[in-house]
């Protein structure tokens, strides 16, 4: 039995599918909620389902969804670098909501629980069961962190180039109708620095067991890591400790 067969155990399995179902159920509900309001009968159902698609928050929480997906049904998962980049992608989503949005939009309703679980409970579930159960699947480089900024360097691009032609932004800071061009340049710089420190943060959290592991890994010969009762001999020299050498042994014959 493998490690991963030990970790994902049916209960947990069983948690990972749960998570998994409320984070499908938790977009559909945010579509329908988009897809149903007034101001948005003046536009095609096909825009109006591409600018849902255009938010991070549910291209994070998507991912999120997939990936408790795959736990529950082939663990340990997708590949471990997928599953650190995306807990620091949802992490960027919780703490942006509460820093940037949190204080200038206040929905009730519905919305107002969609918001919460997709913006508050699915990160903290995700970061709980990544940490817990997946983080030391395998230790990360710390060049990870930098390649995980192509992500939010492509959104940025696609999201900045379509809003133009589109008149339409999914993010006011990033408007620069609404805030000015420096406002959104200083966003674009603070979220990218965010996301690198996090990542760094999260790469640092999957090498922190293997760091302890190689400090009490166990000495070579000697696979359940107890030391030794007697030191080796070998071509007549105790390894370990200083031996007087041995008087040769006297002829029987004079």
């Not at 998507?62 to 408790?68: D, S």
Request: net charge positive.
């Amino acid at each position: 039995m493998d490690d991963s067969d030990s970790t994902f155990s049916v209960p947990v399995r069983l948690m990972a599918a749960l998570v998994a179902i409320l984070g499908w159920a938790l977009l559909a509900l945010q579509l329908w909620l988009i897809l149903s309001n007034p101001l948005s009968s003046t536009r095609p159902a096909s825009e109006i389902v591409v600018n849902f698609f255009s938010f991070f928050t549910i291209l994070s929480n998507l991912l999120v969804a997939v990936i408790f997906t795959w736990w529950a049904m082939a663990p340990p998962g997708p590949p471990a670098t997928l599953q650190a980049a995306t807990a620091t992608y949802i992490s960027v989503v919780a703490i942006g909501y509460s820093l940037l949005l949190r204080s200038v939009w206040d929905p009730d309703g519905l919305q107002k629980i969609a918001d919460v679980m997709l913006h508050d409970i699915m990160p903290l579930l995700y970061a709980i069961f990544w940490i817990a159960f997946c983080r030391q699947i395998r230790s990360l480089p710390w060049r990870h962190a930098f390649l995980w900024l192509s992500v939010p360097l492509v959104y940025l691009v696609y999201t900045m180039v379509r809003g133009r032609r589109m008149g339409w932004y999914p993010y006011h800071f990033l408007n620069p109708g609404m805030v000015g061009y420096p406002l959104v340049i200083f966003s674009i710089a603070g979220f990218l620095i965010a996301f690198l420190v996090l990542g760094l943060a999260v790469v640092g959290l999957t090498r922190t067991r293997f760091l302890q592991d190689s400090a009490t890994a166990p000495l070579p010969g000697d696979p359940d890591g107890r030391t030794p009762s007697k030191p080796p001999i070998i071509e007549g020299r105790t390894y370990g400790r200083r031996s007087e050498p041995t008087a040769p042994a006297r002829s029987q014959f004079r």
